[in-house]
């Protein structure tokens, strides 16, 4: 029903399964992991109405599991990257698995999915910087070239009182470029390619 996916490994697509609606993967030497992709291999959909909770679990100093909710997986968002590298450090979250005895090792993190109603999922709160930007990096450069143009020109900005008059120069009202600058965003936003046609 799932699968797994750390760069430079070979694909993981048999979960343990730790109860009926539970699933687990292993991720040894998870201190070298930076992202991880969850995915659904579209044998199994879930079932009308449920999706599935991804959490990460590191074991803490104790070689306790500490568990942290990554985010989501649905019919509709089949799959998810995750950045887990810097979550190691902190806290816990609720989460499922805490009555399992699920058999780890030390060195071992583990991937939990757990199959819950999409209602249920909608009022978990993932771990802050687990989600990786789905924006592309050139919607990135995008936005801080905007960003930057105009803040540069903004800081040229006079009142009219404080003008001088100079025949060879023109002046842009700053509202104009203010004005460009929102509708870029707006149409960056609807389609970062419209810039194409």
Partial sequence: MFGCLVAGRLVQTAAQQVAEDKFVFDLPDYESINHVVVFMLGTIPFPEGMGGSVYFSYPDSNGMPVWQLLGFVTNGKPSAIFKISGLKS????????????????????????????????????????????????FTQFTQKMLDNFYNFASSFAVSQAQMTPSPSEMFIPANVVLKWYENFQRRLAQNPLFWKT
């Fill in 90 to 137: 902190g806290e816990g979250s609720r989460h499922p698995f805490g009555a399992m005895n699920i058999v780890r090792t030390p060195s071992v993190a583990q991937i939990g999915i757990s199959v819950e109603l999409l209602d249920s999922l909608a009022q978990q709160t993932p771990v802050g910087n687990a989600a990786v930007s789905s924006v592309d990096s």
